[in-house]
């Protein structure tokens, strides 16, 4: 089973930056997509950024220009550098892997959350 662990979330001023970091474990053949989710209170979980197999990138127009996304293969690792934040990037961050074990079989997991609190 694969196990995703997200670190790195807190509370900062507005401007100030974080960087968040996802692990995943266990049993695992090969990962494809990465990506980060939030979600804040009353709304929808929303794809933040993404990070491809294939080293492509995608973000949310919301974040663009300010937040970077980053992989590091060898250790099943993807991060999220978030610069300039904004109160409206409080949200909780999900940490999503897509993945195929050793049978073909494709599915996915999430990490439970990391709490970044931007205040003004």
């Known amino acids: 089973q694969v196990q995703l662990v997200e670190s790195g979330g807190g509370s900062v001023q507005a401007g100030g930056s974080l960087r968040l970091s996802c692990v995943a474990s266990?049993?695992?053949?090969?990962?494809?997509?990465m990506g980060w989710y939030r979600q804040a209170p009353g709304k929808e979980r929303e794809l933040v950024a993404v990070?491809?197999?294939?080293?492509?990138?995608r973000y949310a127009d919301s974040v663009k220009g300010r937040f970077t996304i980053s992989r590091d293969n060898a250790e099943n690792t993807v991060y999220l550098q978030m610069n300039n934040l904004q109160p409206e990037d409080t949200a909780v961050y999900y940490c999503?892997?897509?993945?195929?074990?050793?049978?073909?079989?494709?599915?996915?997991?999430w990490g439970r959350g990391a709490q970044v609190t931007v205040s003004s």
């Open positions: 990070n491809t197999g294939g080293g492509s990138t």
């Open positions: 999503k892997a897509d993945h195929v074990n050793a049978g073909g079989a494709r599915n996915h997991s």
């Open positions: 266990g049993s695992i053949f090969v990962i494809n997509a």
